[in-house]
């Protein structure tokens, strides 16, 4: 598996972008259905948590991967810009599993448009976190190895 993958950051990079767009989501669904979506704010709550301990994870994965890749000047600035991004998104949840833990009585119930703002926070910045990775991944090459035979590419439009 080491030879394939690595390092094990992409198999954990994905869950903190789907549980932070899921937890927004949810407790946008329950203000919108308000006394029939009260499901979703229990959705909401759990999902939220789960991003939080998700995103440690990641984090943690992607120390290790930061070590594990071939790193030039460009791919280097790169993982710092989404390592700043990273720990900000993940202390920010963080604090708000905090919270809605400490106060999971209230949450979401009063100060719902307060949450409702956190909420999009959260996934923003999660979701600006998820592009500075990508970038690294799909502009700048990090990680990812390059197949062996060297083979042109072809442009169907001009085989017309």
Not at 79 to 87: C, K, Y
Not at 124 to 131: E, H, K, P, Q, R
Request: charged letters at 15%.
């Amino acid at each position: 598996m080491q030879l394939i993958i690595p390092n094990y950051h992409p198999l954990f990079v994905h869950f903190p972008i789907a549980l932070s767009t899921l937890t927004f989501l949810s407790f946008l669904g329950y203000l919108v259905f308000q006394k029939k979506g009260k499901e979703l704010l229990i959705v909401s709550k759990w999902s939220l948590w789960a991003c939080a301990v998700m995103a440690i994870l990641t984090v943690f994965a992607g120390w290790h991967a930061e070590g594990t890749i071939r790193q030039t000047a460009q791919i280097h600035d790169g993982i710092e810009s989404h390592e700043g991004w990273a720990l900000t998104s993940t202390g920010f949840v963080i604090l708000l599993a905090g919270l809605g833990f400490w106060f999971k009585r209230i949450w979401g119930v009063k100060h719902k448009a307060l949450t409702l703002i956190a909420l999009a926070i959260s996934f923003g910045l999660f979701s600006i976190t998820a592009w500075h990775g990508g970038e690294l991944v799909y502009r700048d090459g990090a990680g990812v190895m390059t197949h062996p035979t060297k083979t042109p590419y072809i442009d169907y439009k001009d085989n017309d």
